[in-house]
Each structure stands twice: as C-alpha cells, then as structure tokens.
C-alpha cells in the first residue's frame, strides 16, 4: 500500500467520528446560503442551492414547480451524485450524463446508486460535514459523497471516494468530484471565468449560457493546471451579476492536473455543473479495494453579486484551504528578472544588501544555482534534476549563502522544478525510465530543447526527488522559503511505471503523486513556506495551494498588465497568496516603462516583492521604496487578511480601483490605477467606497505619495456612510498615474 491509500484509508476511517444519522429532508446551512437535500425512496436529491432558508419542507414543495416537464432534465438525474445510467425516477428514461460513468468488470456499462446511509460526521469547528454512502443497486461498486460547509464564508466544499470489490478492475470513464442537476432557478445564465496562458493570465471571460448549451472548460496540459482555463467560475443565475447585485453560484476546483468544469443550461432550463479530474485519452482503471478520492470543489453563493463570491472564497481560502492562510507573508526579493542564470556569491550578497536596505525580510534565489559538471546549470538547457549546488558558481555552497542572508536578518529561499528534468542531466543518465515517454515515438523536449517531465506515478522516481529535496534542504540551515517551479506540460504522455493497460492512469496519478511528494514535504518541513509557480501562473489553482502558502501570478510582471492579471486573480484567490514583484523598466516582458510609484501602487495589493537588482535603483527611488515598503509592512494585515472590493474595473475604464476592508471595519486601504488616458477630460468619477460601517469615522490619508496628491480630501476625518454614500473625489493625470489611501476609523 502507498502512502497516497494509507492517507485515504486514514480518511475514510477516521471521518466517521461523532456520525449522527439523517434519515429524512436536510438543510445544510452556512452563514447566508442553503443547500438543501430532498429523500426521495432510496435516493437523495439536491433540491436547493441559494438563498438561506430555514424550512426543508418549503425546499421540498417549491423544489420543482417551474418545471416545464416532458424529458426530464435531458435525462440527467438529479440526484446528489448524477451517475451515467441510473433510472431516471419512474419515468422510463436513463440517465445519459451525469458525473461518474463506469464499465463495471463484467462489461455492463451502466451505475444506478442507492444511498446505503446518510449522516452528518465530527469535523473542524465552524464545519458542517454531510455523508452520503451510496452504492450500486446490483455491484459491489461504492460512493462516499461528502458535502461539507464552511459556516462562516458560506462556501461547501463537495468531491467523492470512489471504491468497489469486484470480480476485477473497473473502467471509469468520467469520475467528477460534483455532478449536480439544480431545479429551475432561471431562464438565463451568465458565465465569468479567467482564461490566459503565459504571460497573459486571468483574462477575464464572460458570456450567457444559452438555452440548451452545454459549455466546458478544461485543462488538458497535465501540470499546468491554471494555463487555457483556469479551473473556477462564477455563474450569474438569471441577469448578468454586478459586482453588488445578483445572484451567482462560484465554484473552484482544487485540482493541479488535467481537469473539466461543465455547465449545461438545459432545454427545459434547469442548470447542471459537473467538475473533476480529467482522464485525458481513456478510461482510468481502478482494481478494487483501492480507493480512489476525487478533487474537492469549492461551491458559494451569493445573492449580492460577483464581489461577495470573491470575498467567501478568500475568507474560506484563508480559514481552511490555504496551508496557513492567516500568517502575514514576507517582503521579498527574488533574484530572477535581477540576475537571471548570471551570478555568483557577490552577485547574490549585493542584492541581499539591497533588499536588507529596502526594508525587505526574505531573499529567494531563482533558477541557476545547481547542477555541476558538463550539467552545470547556467542556462535552460541543462541541470534539471540534479539537485545539488553549482560549485562553479557557488563554491561555498548554499549553507553559506544562507548564512549571509542570516547576517542580514533576511530569511533565505530558493527555486526549484522538482518535476522535470533536462534530458542533459546525472539523473536522467542514470534513469531514463523515470521520464515520461511514448517508447514507440521520438521524445518531444521543452524548454531549451532538452527539458522533459518525470514520471510522478513511480514511488521510485518520487522517492528520489524526496531525497534530493530532503539532503537540499537539510544542507541549508534555517531555509525559509522555496519556489516549487513546473515549467512544463505532458508532451509525452506515456509511463514505463505504469504498464500498457493502464496508460490512461497517467493523468490522475500524475498529481495524485505529486500531492503525495509534497504532502511528505510538508510533513517533514511544516513551517518551509512555498510559493506555487508553473510558467508563472500556470499553478493558481487550490489543489496546489494545499501544499504552498502563495502562488506567483504571472511571469509578465509589467506593473499596467499587472493590474488586469491581477484583478482577474483576485476574483478567485486572495491577496495574501498573489505574488506581486516591482521589477524594474523598461519591463522585461512588455519593455514598457512606468513610474516606479505606479509600479509600488500596483504590487502593493497583493503580496508585495521586488524583482530586480536593488543596484540599479537611483537614490530617490530607494527613498521612495524604503517608505513604501514601510508603509506596506503596516497595511499588511488590512491588504492580506481583509476583505476584497472591487471598485471600478479596468476592463471598462481608463483606470481601476479596489480596496480592502479589515474584519472589524476599523481600517481599509483604496487602490487607484490611471491606465491608458485617451483624453485628459476623462476625470475618474467619486470613488464610491464599500464595504466600511456606515456609523464610523475614518481618517483619509493619502499614502505613497510623490509630489502631487490625488485627493483634496485627505487628512480628514469622514463618515463611512458618506465615503460610500457620495464617493471619495479623487484626480488622476496622465498614464500610469496611481494613488493609495489608507482609512483608518477614529
Ligand atoms: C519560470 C518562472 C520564473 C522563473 C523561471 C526560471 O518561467 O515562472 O519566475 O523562475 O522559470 O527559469
């Protein structure tokens, strides 16, 4: 047995806890949401999703009453857990989607589930966890489905255990962690997602869902879960959602591998949504006994706009998806974009010297520190894989690099890929079997011609990337910090470890063994923090950010581009885990320059870093920065913990603005970005401030601030009710002007 099936049997024994039966209609409730279970004989259907309601009977009755009849939901079943096959209730028909669809051993190709039990079972404080165990009506084939609700950001998280004991192995054909039929809610439907790729991600998507349609997203890269789609949503349920009004489902999907999300407007207007893993070309095969756990979903409502869904999914990120969502995270600087492959010790301490200067706490080494010989890594094309230090470049080894960061009272980190490897590399000499590779096609090679990815379905090749990981770390005392890197998709997906039947397998177990490499990571090394990075965003996904405390948005860190990822990113993930750098200009990527303020207003909304060597910045610029970073270490618990509002977009004005708003109303920090002015009378509006208490007080100070202000009104003390009720006048000139106010209540 695995220590991936010691972990789910821990799961599946330890979760019934305090199990309580539930025998009959069931709400289960969060702060301001329902989602309410309906008995129907020996199945359990959804029957609400929204609104709070406290009467499970009045669920029941008005469940279905828009119902238009004739085909019944295009013949998807609405039960809890939609499954290919099943009886749709009396009605003659079968089910021919739905979120599971099997080839049982014996080659019947239908699952039609019956709940054995149900019952709510012990979890954390502050969790309502719901179980239903259901099982085929004729195969010794079973479902753990959970449902459990995060009370205080109104989110449920829902996936399933898929396990049998038949004769022999089964074929799952889809295995989707949610697979849920909603009754009529609507006649139309509106769908927000990010799209992207690098340098470009959180594109923000939007369009209806027509009648009849059925639109998917998915990933299919294998590692860069977060490139293409990314794996979330927010679905308007009838009139296109504002930030302030509407009603709109959101759901994330904590998956780092391949995956599809669905959502179908059907013809008789009910609404389903499917999620999960996605098996790439072919069934997975599952031998029995073993259980197989599928994703979790994050699902919240809201009945007050695309704002509200944010701010549950942050707080529920920071409460329980995040490893330790409520820690502060450090001022870095990382040396990518300031050195690239071209440094040695000096070039390192020099930037130390500089990030110490800035007032920052932490300094990271990218790419280029490891590998020797003829694999020495001083470009792309080399060294991946072989996880010890560069000797040429860094003959006193890292234990002293991290000694002079120490002298300096920064913490210390560094990058690594432990995914790939350079086909130019010790480790891919002595095992070529560990890589992936379709042993009848020539090998396709990545990044610098020579990159390829590693087998993470062989416990072989996991226990060596832990051991390296392991003699690395232990070789750096006091390492605070590691940037796991993945720069590459599945180009040829094929596994020597897997075996010619179950080559399909490669597509869950890939990420299921990677989670197992971090989980043992993590266990021995709980207090590392990791940043998530796969091209850039590749990994903004929360399968990954189980296992790492941020993620690095986007390798495109031109500060105007910024504002746009960004602003994407944050209608899933919170700021706390939005990696935001200064880099200096022109910008690497985009070769545009903007004010070095501008580019401080902009990193300053996420998890401020620097991204450049301190050496090239004027005498000014580092006054300018040392105030910054000094005000940012104050604003931190506001911009990292608070609540996100979004003020004005920058996909429909020539300038931006959002804000933060701490727990208690007390403090709140406002972000204003000018963008591209096509003429100087385009005057931003009052900026209509949310989310303070109307009752307070709060003194308006202006921050960051160059020789202009921005707003005639800072320095004085205003309610809350006016500072939202009329807005705060605020003046921008010129491209790329910003400003930042900081409210504190008084
Ligand atoms: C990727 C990352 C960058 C940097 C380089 C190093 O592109 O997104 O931040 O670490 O790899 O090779």
Redesign the pocket.
Known sequence: MNRMMIYVMAVLLTSWAGAKPVTGDFLLQTKQSTMAFHKSGDSWQMVHYGTKIESAPDAAALAWSGWVGGNFFGHRKPDTYSVYGSDNDRRGTMNKFGGLAVIHADGVTSTDLKAVSVKTVDDKPGMTHLVFELKDRVYPFFVIQHFRAAVASDVIETWVEIRHDESASVKLIRMDSVALVFPLMAKEYHLLSLTGQWSSEGQLVEAPVALGQTVSMTSRSGVRSAFGNNPSFMLSVGERATETAGRVIGGALAWSGAWSISIQHDYVNALAINAGSDTGNGAYTLDAGKPLVTPKMALTYSASGKGQISRNLHRWARDHQLRDGHMLRPVLLNS?EGAYFDFDESTLTDMMDGVKELGGEMFVV??GWFARGKYARDD?KRGLGDWVVNDKKLPKGLGSLAEEAKKRDLKFGI?VEPEMANTTSELVDSHPEWVLREKTRPLRQGRGGTQVVLDMTNPALRDNIYNQMDAMITSIPGLAYI?W?A?ADFMNPGSTYLGADRQPNLWYDYTAGLYDLLARLRVKYPDILMKA?S??GGHMDYGFLRYADEF?TS?DTDARQRVFIQWGAGHFYPACAMAAHVTGVPNHQTHRSTPLKFRFDVAMSGRLGFELHPKTMAPEEVVFAKQAVKDYKRLRPVIQQGDLYRLVSPWTHTYASLMYVNDDKSQAVVFLYGLNRPVMSDYPAPLMLQGLDINKRYRLTEINKEKRGHCRVSGKTLSGAALMGMGVPVKLSGDYDSAVFELVAE
């Open positions: 990518w990218d790419d792309d990058w940037k890197d720069n990075c091209s850039g690095w390798d």
